[in-house]
């Protein structure tokens, strides 16, 4: 049977990807940012998992505002890089585990999550970009992934509590999954952070620090606030914490701390790093 080790958390920022182009790793905008990933990367050379359920948000590079689905799984044997706008050069593909891909569409859909399947999908900066952090020197990425897609983009968006529920039925269903395989859960994304109009810049580092402290014990606290609260404390990109949220319910529980990290700022954002072991 399939093992869950643990879930990964990352915000995740196109600056990145410029950052990770021009190897600015010892530039002091970016030397505290890039400090953050080595623990986690140790975690993952002893972990050693196989397949990534990543749980992210599109930013217009399947999904445009006329075409929005709520949930979203891809089921392809690989997930090529694109770039939706910042003018990043792409990375190699990644390969995909479609038969997990297709466990999960089996068991999830017919429990009421109406996930969009999409045995095509392409993959923006929101999700590849903590992949590259986590395995920096690896060409392509030693993991499988499953891209879960989240709509944190075009209201309503789904709620906090029913991202932990597909999370959690996710998670179940890979433990059922007749495979040795070890899987980890990744959140890409956040934390609070507001792109346009008169919050522009908008950051609330005291909400992102308490949603990393309850995410660890006591992950049912976000799901009290709707989603226009998290909008009015996280900034209307901040929204993208229920990637966090979803890969959290995924893993179960309870989890150790293996690294937290928060820097202020990358970019309009922090940077915001969970790793958690089962
Ligand atoms: C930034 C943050 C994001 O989440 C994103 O998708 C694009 C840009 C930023 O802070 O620059
Ligand atoms: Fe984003």
Redesign the pocket.
Known sequence: MAEIVGALMS?????IGRALERELYGDPYWRPFFTAYPPVRAWLNETKPDVAVVFAND?GLNFFLDKMPTFAIGAADRYENADEGWGLKPFAPVAGEPELSWHLIDEVIPQGFDLTVCQEMLID??LLLPLRLFWPDAEPLPIRIVPVNINTVLFPLPSAARCQALGQAIGEAVRRWKRDARVVMIGC??LS?Q?EGERAGFINPEFDQIFMDRLVDDPEWITRFDNEELVELTGS?GV?LLNWVAARAAAGGPLRVVHRYYHLP????ATGLLALAA
């Open positions: 915000s995740h920022v196109p600056a930013h900066h929101g994304g956040g952070h792109l990109q993208e990358i970019s309009n954002t």
